[in-house]
């Protein structure tokens, strides 16, 4: 589905990502994981165009997405629930989820699918004309899902979903990310959470200072003692 | 209190005047950070399309409107695409200096075009007037004051109810974000640049009105003072710039009725020293908060 091949993004004279191969196949959940400053958030936003390459390629079911501006991407199924968030607080609930299908034109769909977002996180049906600002993190982080949601993407990219939320929350984000995938979207989740991260990845990446170290299945990685020792906090 | 209440009247219809050039100033403001000071000069043009349309052909005042903002929405769209957009990565000061050359590009181009000569406005209403007790409101006023609400209603809907405008909020508070959901975001600066000159364009013949007078420099002063408006509501803020509009032609009436109108210019300025010191996010602004 998505096919990243020598990957290579500069800030000024800062090297980010050094040669990044990566694939995700459909109806995976794929993770990238990694310390602070890896590089993890460089690579989605070079994915879904915030960022500009300067060599390599990003493919989407063959199609060469390398030179293309964000909006376009969007428009070809990528869809980015950013770090942090990001949703537009002086907007109702409801507002920010028709801003997630704004390339859409099929009006009553669109709210067919804000209607099933509301089933799917109730808590969001419940506060559909509150100010999106007014929510708790863990709401605000469904809000962000639901919205990238609502472009219909193939391949949905989550940028540290389980950021500044509480354990038995993460647990529940988790559990939303899951079902997601389920339903068919595919996954390429990042993540410093790296045992939650692995415990629902179908396979796994593992990027340092720009460059990709290691990769295999989630289980496989999650018992590599590298990774206990680096990201797990085993010993 | 007759005169206090015909200062009051006095005041709406200038204030209304400095509100919608004030909204431009604040959405540009919004959408790319940029105090666009060129905005007085787009004012003082679509005053010159007014006069010109008023003047050489026998339309009125609706036409002459419409072919004004029409005007300015063209020049807006083109100066934000010449001037501003190639500087869209640079620094803020950058384009800040550029947005005053272009002001000075506008202001001696037009002199040299049209002369210095300060030129009268054509009078285009009846000159008659409604009395209200010893209240006098004439047909001008009531002209500006409809104009300028009508236009506020339609900027209001198209900020909240349309796609467009939907766009237009969504970038003014995140471009990264706003890109994400598939939102141009040239095309939606664009966008705030017509509207934005659109409306300086119908301030422009509405002032040529109320003074009935107009000359290529006369961009400058009201252009500050929608500014101080735009700031005194808040800067970036919509509402805020209407209620700052009004604050401040109410003020400027006070002053020149029951002080001197020497002082009119400074108490503006004054009020902006006092806004800054004490509410420097203006009436409605509000301080950015950031939640985790």
Redesign the interface.
Known sequence: MLEINNLNVHYGVIHALKNITLKVDAGEIVTLIGANGAGKTTTLRTI???IKATSGNILLEGKDLTVL???SR??LGI??V?E?R??????SVY?NL???A??RKDKASIKKDIDEIFEQFPILGDRRKQMA?TLS?GE?QMLAIG??LM?KPRILLLDEPS??LAPLLVREIFNIIQEINRAGTTILLVEQNASMALSIAHRAYVIETGSIVLSGTGEELSKSSEIQKAYLGGE | MDQFLQQIVNGVSLGSIYALIALGYTMIYGIIKLINFAHGDIYMIGAYIGFAVTTYTNLGFFPALIIAMTGCTVLGVIIEKVAYKPLRNSSRIAVLITAIGVSFFLEYTMMFFVGAEVRSYPSLFTKRAFNFGDIVINMQQIYIVLTAVALMILLQFIVHKTKTGKAMRAVSVDKDAAQLMGINVNTTISFTFAIGSAFAGAAGVLVGIYYNSIDPLMGMMPGLKAFVAAVFGGIGNIPGAMIGGLGIGIMETLVSGYGNSMYRDAAVFALLIIILIVKPTGLLGKNTREKV
Request: net charge negative; glycine share 22%.
């Open positions: 879904s165009g915030l501006p964000a909006p969007v428009e869809s980015q950013p942090g990001r949703i537009f607080p002086d907007m507002e028709e801003l997630g704004f390339l600002g993190g605000q919205r990238g472009s950021m500044g």
